[in-house]
């Protein structure tokens, strides 16, 4: 029988990235404690022995509106946790991104004193809806950040906060030879890796912006093949219906996104952590976001920052090229993509990328949190 002390968790990962990040946290947490996980989470989280309340899924919702559409169901589920986390008489609830969704929680949770409340990935209040913080330092005990100018941020407002650091610091690049052995790909070709979100929503809005630009480029030239890596198998099956018709040279295979950045020439990427991931790896993205009217009209308006992308937030400079909204279209990515192939970038910059993403690590951040 273990000697360790006990610590009954909830926890709310909903995103792909999110459940990796639970994965770590909970297992440094396990070097002390043993720990009993209630909430939801991804397949990372559920190996930890979390018996998730619900597909998390469904919190795969992005933007102001589509919030807005769903808000009957994300209430309704929101206030079934509180109820969980509740009854359980949980020690810690770790929210890891989401941040909307969470806050919620970690409002409830703290106005009934039922536990310590930690987030794990800030809240982009650095880059927009800076009046959020007010909140996080009323509701929220500790915030875990993956970048140092976020920690920065934090410390500068007096609140407690951590640099975790992100996992791409420790990423290393495939074998070009073992990944093409695997996937049995061609020697004589050359790829480029399409990245279209790791959400349903993200896939529709973004997928057949990206088939044009294949059509487009294939046309140019026949010596690449595209490669495209899906989170998991539902995601695979929507990701063939759009090309079920088609037949250009595209592979799509799931959870293989370090393999195919690792081999490709360059990216094409939907903004977000995957930008980050593909600069790391040498496959210079060019980072492309498009939502509703309504939702770009919004959050345009209220952003504090020059760039979206991550590396190039990192970098503080335009390194890698955006296209958002109107300007992402087909014809506007194939340009970028012959400037790519016309005047390759250099990749020094992945290595400054990777330095800055160095953190405190999650031991560090474990023990921080049981000291609360």
């Known amino acids: 029988m273990s000697s360790k002390p006990t610590l009954k968790v909830g926890v709310v990962a909903g995103e792909f990235s999110g459940d990796r990040l639970g994965l770590e946290i909970i297992k440094a947490l396990k070097v002390s404690f043993e720990v009993k996980l209630f909430g939801v989470g991804g397949p990372e989280?559920?190996?930890?022995?979390l018996n998730s309340e619900f597909d998390f899924k469904k919190l795969h919702i992005m933007g102001l509106i589509e919030p807005l559409l769903n808000i009957r169901e994300l209430t309704k589920l929101r206030k079934?946790?509180?109820?969980?986390f509740t009854e359980e008489?949980?020690?810690?609830?770790?929210?890891?991104?989401?941040?909307?969704?969470?806050?919620?929680?970690?409002?409830a949770l703290k106005n009934r004193k039922v536990s310590k409340n930690i987030q794990i990935v800030s809240p982009s209040v650095w880059g927009w809806r800076q009046g959020r913080i007010r909140a996080i330092e009323k509701y929220i005990d500790f915030t875990a950040c993956l970048f140092n100018f976020e920690d920065k941020f934090y410390k500068e407002r007096g609140l407690n906060s951590i640099h975790l650091g992100h996992?791409?610091?420790?990423i290393i690049k495939a074998d070009i030879q073992d990944v093409r052995a695997k996937f049995n790909l061609k020697d004589d070709t050359k790829f480029i890796s399409i990245l279209p979100g790791s959400r349903e929503s993200e896939i529709k809005k973004m997928l057949p912006i990206y088939i044009d630009f294949i059509r487009k480029h294939n046309q140019e030239s026949d010596s690449y093949t595209y490669l495209i890596p899906a989170a998991d198998k539902d995601l695979k099956d929507l990701i063939e219906s759009y090309l079920h018709e088609t037949k250009l040279p595209i592979i799509i295979e799931c959870n293989c996104s370090r393999e195919f950045l690792s081999i490709s020439e360059y990216s094409i990427v939907t903004s977000g952590t995957a930008s980050l991931e593909a600069a790391v790896l040498g496959a210079d993205p060019i980072i492309c976001y498009k939502t509703n009217t309504l939702n770009y009209s919004i959050i345009s308006r209220m952003l504090k920052?020059?760039?979206?992308?991550?590396?190039?937030?990192?970098?503080?400079?335009?390194r890698y090229p955006e296209l958002l909204q109107n300007e992402c279209t087909p014809e506007s990515i194939f340009l970028e993509a012959k400037s790519l192939e016309d005047c390759p970038t250099q990749k020094g910059d992945k290595v400054?990328?990777?330095?800055?993403?160095?953190?405190?690590?999650?031991?560090?951040?474990?023990?921080?949190?049981?000291?609360?």
Request: aromatic share 8%.
């Open 89 to 107: 008489g949980i020690d810690y609830f770790i929210g890891i991104d989401s941040p909307d969704f969470n806050m919620g929680i970690h409002k």
């Open 352 to 372: 400054d990328i990777k330095n800055l993403l160095t953190g405190e690590g999650f031991l560090a951040t474990a023990n921080r949190i049981s000291l609360l």
């Open 305 to 318: 920052v020059k760039h979206i992308g991550l590396p190039n937030l990192l970098l503080d400079s335009r």
């Open 167 to 170: 996992p791409f610091s420790e």
């Open 45 to 49: 989280m559920r190996m930890q022995g």
């Open 80 to 84: 079934n946790l509180i109820k969980k």
